[in-house]
């Protein structure tokens, strides 16, 4: 079993830079418009000829009310006829995406996010559940991970039965903060009973995984509300939890403006949630598994940190990572092989781009060598918590200490602050330093330095 983390004060302070999550590396600030349809579907193809396993992720952009926090790609609106236009586009894209696939690959892992996918009518989930089945070799044995984001305040068990009947075995339930105050800040009002009746549902309906999102640095949290948050939750037993840092970022995501600044926890109390947060976690029984995920010990993702074969992908930690990744929907990015490619933001292109029978690729990039090396060091990291230096060696014939000698002082520097521990044949990131292993990764990526580091959300 992987020791438990250490909180180190100082060492946070020292290492909790902004920089990526790293879901892929190179990450998706990297992308950029010389990627498009054709190279799409050539590595569609290339795919097909391999026969690679698939997971899918479909975007659905819709929700019926704002949470002012929220930094995703989203359509506010009461009006649920908006769905019938993109759903019948997301239609064509599934059809012309799904011909140049083998009918032989099978969907290991579809994951519903959004937006709020409920936002949908019963009869219009059946529907896009028909036409991805008809498309796509879903497998009907229940053997697949197949999940889907809910917002309790869009799901009762009707809802729960049918997502069942449809296939998901697995649920992410919307929580972020228990706290009145705190819900009434964020405009995102839930109740203790709505979360408890569709985690109930969901455990009767034998539905095989349930994770709850939280967020921490929300305004009007302090250390002591969000502890009792933290208790509520772990009485429901949650297989998996997100505890996601907010980020602020009112420059980039418009409604965040709508946050009073002046109620935001400081930097000392954020610090004093997350270290209360680990402690009544691990407490419970829950492992760190890292970069914000948490996990019972017989989870699937602990299991596979244990056994060193966890992966990272544009949906986080994953078991599946050696699937190709499709992404369907506004927005939505694909890993095919060495393409990253993400569709068209905007809504309305998104949806007139296939209106006129043409795939919405708007940008992405083509790994190249030194990318698939870097992204094979950072996934080890991040994941395994430790790189054997030979294993790499091997896999992509180079000297590791030769290809990476320029950055041995940073790491050796890490190293005397104990953060990780380094010698000739292996980094190991030690339990001060696992909350900061994003900071360990940094250091060999190779495009930070470009960056605008205001772009991504601090370590911590």
């Not at 019926?64 to 989203?74: G, P, Q, R, S, V």
């Not at 929907?329 to 569709?343: E, K, M, P």
């Not at 998104?350 to 950072?378: F, H, P």
């Not at 330093?433 to 495009?447: H, I």
Request: charged share 20%.
């Amino acid at each position: 079993m992987l020791d438990a983390i250490r909180w180190d004060t100082d060492l946070i302070r020292r290492y909790d830079l902004a920089g990526p999550r790293y879901t892929s590396y190179p990450t998706a600030v990297q992308f950029d418009g010389h990627v498009g349809t054709f190279d799409l579907f050539h590595a569609l193809r290339e795919s097909r000829k391999a026969l690679r396993p698939l997971s899918l992720y479909v975007h659905v952009p819709f929700c019926a009310n704002i949470c002012y926090y929220c930094a995703c790609n989203k359509v506010i609106t009461k009006d649920r006829g908006r769905a019938l236009p993109y759903l019948q586009r997301l239609e064509q894209e599934i059809q012309l995406i799904a011909c140049h696939l083998d009918p032989a690959q099978k969907v290991e892992q579809l994951h519903f996010g959004g937006g709020t996918p409920t936002f949908l009518s019963h009869d219009e989930l059946r529907q896009l559940m028909a036409t991805l089945r008809k498309h796509f070799n879903l497998l009907d044995d229940d053997s697949g991970d197949y999940g889907i984001e809910i917002d309790p305040r869009e799901a009762d068990w009707s809802t729960m039965g049918l997502l069942r009947e449809l296939g998901f075995n697995r649920v992410s339930i919307g929580l972020q903060d228990l706290d009145p105050a705190v819900q009434r800040a964020v405009n995102r009002l839930q109740s203790l009973e709505e979360t408890r009746a569709v985690i109930d549902a969901a455990r009767t309906l034998q539905f095989r995984s349930i994770n709850i999102d939280l967020i921490y640095g929300l305004p009007r949290q302090t250390p002591e509300n969000f502890a009792r948050t933290i208790d509520e939750v772990i009485n429901l037993q949650p297989d998996r939890l997100s505890v996601f840092n907010y980020a602020h970022l009112p420059e980039r995501f418009m409604p965040q403006r709508r946050i009073n600044s002046e109620e935001l926890p400081t930097p000392a109390q954020k610090l004093e949630m997350l270290q209360g947060t680990i402690e009544q976690l691990t407490a419970a029984g829950y492992r760190y598994i890292g970069m914000d995920h948490f996990a019972l010990p017989d989870d699937e993702l602990a299991i596979a940190q244990e056994e060193s074969t966890l992966q990272r992908n544009f949906q986080g930690y994953t078991t599946h990572g050696h699937c190709d990744l499709i992404g369907l929907g506004v927005s939505a990015i694909s890993q095919i092989g060495d393409l990253y490619c993400q569709n068209n933001s905007d809504l309305n292109q998104y949806q007139n781009t296939l209106a006129s029978a043409q795939l919405a690729t708007s940008s992405g990039l083509l790994c190249n060598a030194d990318d698939r090396l870097r992204r094979a060091v950072i996934q080890q990291l991040i994941c395994n918590f430790s790189l054997e230096f030979a294993q790499i060696e091997q896999a992509f014939n180079i000297d590791f200490q030769g290809y990476f000698g320029d950055l041995w002082p940073q790491l050796q520097s890490m190293a005397d602050d104990g953060l990780i521990t380094l010698d000739n044949e292996r980094i190991t990131v030690l339990p001060a330093g696992r909350l900061l292993v994003r900071s360990v990764c940094m250091v060999f990526d190779a495009y930070l330095e470009q960056q605008n580091r205001q772009r991504f959300s601090r370590v911590i």
